[in-house]
């Protein structure tokens, strides 16, 4: 039996290959974005297997809304890709309180919202495979990326718990690290910079943007070929909590294990002067 795949924020980028990936593959998917008008320019020439959904998943009604009409429609939903959010960028004194907290209302809570809304119905079919998409800023901050990260951060521990609790359950749950993937990521429609300008970081912002601008749709990554290995991933029976997508991905993972390794052995003895001393 095919699978059933939902993926959230799927009328651009990453989202929107995987749903044309999906669709000339022969799946069902059920597409969630806020403006459906795109999904409906983009992808109108698909029939029955294909169903779109509105969607803000910062909105925790309207997501469990969404999901009760995709599983009234298909009977089932097998994967969940969880690709919803944007890149709140800028030095952090540049962010206001309101940007972060709407950063965490998409890129955390948004997941979370989905998530919570498809586990009753993956568990009551005792089978489900649930994706979310992490990235490098899951795995090593930088100067510009502090708010960003922090979102992708926690991800990575959520996820990586719930991995744990739902295998018993013969459920998956995998954060997909990408690399640099030449999609629209980096447009202004997606990026979002700090409301506030703090003179002291105006120079180490600016350079940032244009390194930034140079970088858009100059990626190595190939989003297709991405689209090609989570469909793989979602077949196998012990997919990995963690898939690093793209050379560059693999690179920074294993310079963020060497890099953290160097710093335990480093400061070992000091770390071990914090333990009791049983007399």
């Not at 000339?24 to 029939?47: C, E, M, P």
């Not at 447009?187 to 180490?204: A, F, K, Q």
């Not at 991905?249 to 914090?274: F, G, I, P, Y």
Request: net charge negative.
């Amino acid at each position: 039996m095919k699978k059933v795949w939902m993926v959230t924020g799927a009328s651009r980028g990453l989202g929107l290959s995987l749903c044309k990936f999906l669709l000339n593959a022969g799946r069902s998917v059920v597409a969630t974005a806020r403006n459906t008008d795109a999904l409906h320019k983009k992808l109108s020439q698909h029939g029955e297997n294909f169903l779109i959904v509105p969607m803000d998943v910062s909105d925790e009604q309207q997501v469990q809304a969404g999901i009760t009409i995709a599983q009234a429609h298909f009977g089932r939903i097998d994967v969940l890709v969880n690709n919803a959010g944007y890149g709140q960028m800028g030095w952090f004194e540049n962010i206001s309180p309101e940007q972060i907290e709407q950063q965490f209302a998409t890129n955390v809570f948004g997941s979370m919202h989905a998530t919570r809304a498809v586990l009753p119905i993956m568990r009551a079919q005792k089978s489900g495979q649930i994706f979310t998409i992490s990235g490098l800023a899951g795995v090593k901050s930088q100067a510009g990326y502090s708010v960003y990260s922090a979102s992708k951060f926690a991800l990575e521990g959520w996820m990586e718990g719930l991995a744990e609790e739902i295998a018993p359950l013969g459920l998956n749950a995998t954060l997909v690290e990408p690399g640099s993937f030449r999609t629209d990521f980096l447009d202004e429609t997606s990026l979002t910079y700090g409301e506030w300008h703090v003179p002291d970081y105006m120079e180490y912002e600016l350079d940032f943007k244009q390194k930034q601008q140079a970088l858009n749709h100059q990626q190595m990554g190939d989003p297709v070929r991405l689209a090609a290995i989570l469909m793989q991933l979602a077949e196998e029976v012990s997919p990995p909590v963690r898939f690093a997508a793209g050379s560059d991905a693999v690179e920074a993972v294993l310079h963020k294990a060497h890099d953290m390794n160097r710093l335990a052995q480093e400061w070992l003895n000091v770390s071990k002067m914090t333990d009791r001393q049983e007399q």
